[in-house]
């Protein structure tokens, strides 16, 4: 299970305003951020609790149980996650070997609006995927701009 982050925001040890909070208390997340969590509950209308793979914070305050403004936050029941190829021209989407823009690195190219399967995320200047395009068993993974995909739950509700 993921915890996507849509909007910059803070892990808080506790639901309440996080003015309210001491520095230990919260973990700034900025947006595009994946956490593993291995259970999460709806605490009140604004916040889930969730429960990490890993304790995250320091000292006395170090927990693996934290809590997320709902609006900030998309959770996916599944490890794999599934996105659109969104181009704003009928051009074709670079797949680079790593996850960075230099010519020499680019292994194939898919079209727009192809669904593709992703299996991780990287930040290097941008969000950047690992991923191919789905039922494809042709084509490795590789590794895409985030910029150029709608994400999708495996529900097929957009995010």
């Known amino acids: 299970m993921r915890l996507i982050i849509t909007h910059t925001t803070l892990l808080k040890l506790h639901p309440v305003d996080s003015s309210t909070l001491t520095e230990a208390q919260k973990i700034n997340i900025p947006v595009g951020s994946r956490l ?12 889930y609790q969730i429960t990490l793979v890993a304790s995250l914070g320091s000292g006395k305050d170090k927990s693996m149980v934290w809590y997320v403004y ?24 670079n797949v680079r070997s790593s996850p960075n823009v230099i010519s020499s690195n680019v292994i194939y190219q ?11 995320s990287s930040f290097n200047q941008e969000l950047w995927w690992l991923g191919k395009p789905l039922n494809d068993d042709k084509k490795s993974y ?18």
């Open 36 to 47: 593993m969590l291995t259970n999460y509950e709806d605490q009140n209308q604004d916040h």
């Open 142 to 159: 590789g590794w895409i701009s985030g910029k150029y995909l709608k994400l999708y739950t495996p529900e097929g509700c957009s995010s």
């Open 110 to 120: 898919i079209p727009n609006h192809v669904d593709v399967e992703l299996i991780e």
């Open 70 to 93: 709902k609006p900030h936050a998309l959770i996916l029941a599944s490890d794999r996650e599934f996105a659109t190829v969104s181009l704003s021209t009928d051009t074709k989407l």
